[in-house]
């Protein structure tokens, strides 16, 4: 069987929409987002995955009844929810065995942000995929703090979800905290990989030359790079998880995308990263980014 593909990136990197052009590749089967990575079985995830954060465990609720019943009916996830009730004590290893079974010969490709939290999640997900791949995204931090911070606003009312302690003149959970923690999260496990194994790419880079990055990121991963190849990884719309799902397991993927899954050529084009230097505009302070996010951005090749 073909060793996974995963996507690590702190949230609002453009997760949802590159994973969604990846998935749609002939030799790639697309996942929503699983939340897998931070416990050891399908129990576990069941009992951590509720009340604020209970729309996290939507993503594997759709992909089990699309997998078991070509549809993700209300009706369907309900029975997909007894499946996994039934089956709590497997490990998170079964789980992906058992998906992996039913999409064939096809590459699993999964993002889950909250995977990156915690870079013990990524390492328990490299002892059950020693040789997976890993797809290092990149987006400015002020453009992904803008972004959190919106998304807060309009679906977690400000912030709610998630907790986090609040520092003196800063919002919990502050994106630049979290943008930083992530990506040094990410830093840190990827230096144990064996070279190759993971690729970093600017998302707006992507985003700004989709065909000629997505071909270089298939003749990374050894598959298909041809114009054909190329065209279906377009159309991210076209995959059975870019919409909504039903009342119960509504979504698995970032809600705007979810909403407009299309690749907007246009709508990216008016998107632009300010100075590091700026002053936060989600803050109330005026205050700048830390030296240490400073320097990582930098790293990055962000200015």
Not at 47 to 67: H, N, S, V
Request: net charge neutral; aromatic share 6%; glycine share 8%.
């Amino acid at each position: 069987m073909p060793e996974p593909l995963f996507i690590i990136a702190p949230p609002r990197s453009y997760t949802s929409l590159i994973g969604g052009m990846i998935g749609q590749h002939p030799q790639i089967y697309g996942l929503p987002e699983l939340n897998l990575a931070h416990t050891e079985t399908l129990g576990g995830v069941m009992a951590t995955l509720k009340g604020p954060i209970a729309p996290l465990i939507a993503g594997i609720l759709r992909l089990l009844a699309e997998l078991h019943e070509g549809e993700q009916t209300e009706d369907a996830v309900v029975r997909a929810r007894a499946w996994m009730m039934k089956r709590a004590h497997w490990t998170v290893d079964r789980v992906f065995q058992h998906i992996q079974e039913q999409v064939g010969d096809r590459i699993l490709l999964e993002k889950s942000p909250m995977t990156v939290m915690n870079v013990e999640h990524m390492r328990r997900r490299h002892r059950i995929f020693p040789r997976a791949s890993y797809l290092h995204l990149t987006r400015h931090p002020v453009t992904t703090g803008t972004s959190l911070m919106s998304l807060r606003e309009t679906m977690f009312a400000g912030g709610a979800v998630g907790g986090g302690e609040a520092a003196p003149g800063r919002p919990a959970r502050d994106p630049e905290n979290q943008w930083r923690a992530c990506h040094e999260n990410i830093e840190a496990f990827t230096a144990e990989l064996e070279p190759g194994q993971c690729l970093r790419v600017k998302a707006e880079l992507l985003l700004s030359d989709p065909e000629g990055y997505l071909a270089q990121i298939c003749d990374w991963l050894g598959i298909d790079s041809s114009p054909e190849a190329i065209e279906a990884m377009m159309h991210p719309e076209t995959s059975p998880f870019a919409c909504l799902g039903p009342p119960s397991a509504k979504f698995g993927n970032d809600p705007n995308y979810l909403k407009n899954p299309a690749l907007d050529r246009e709508r990216i084009k008016k998107v632009k990263a300010p100075p590091l230097d700026t002053p936060i505009t989600w803050r109330s302070d005026g205050s700048h980014f830390a030296p240490a996010t400073m320097k990582l951005a930098r790293q990055f090749g962000y200015g």
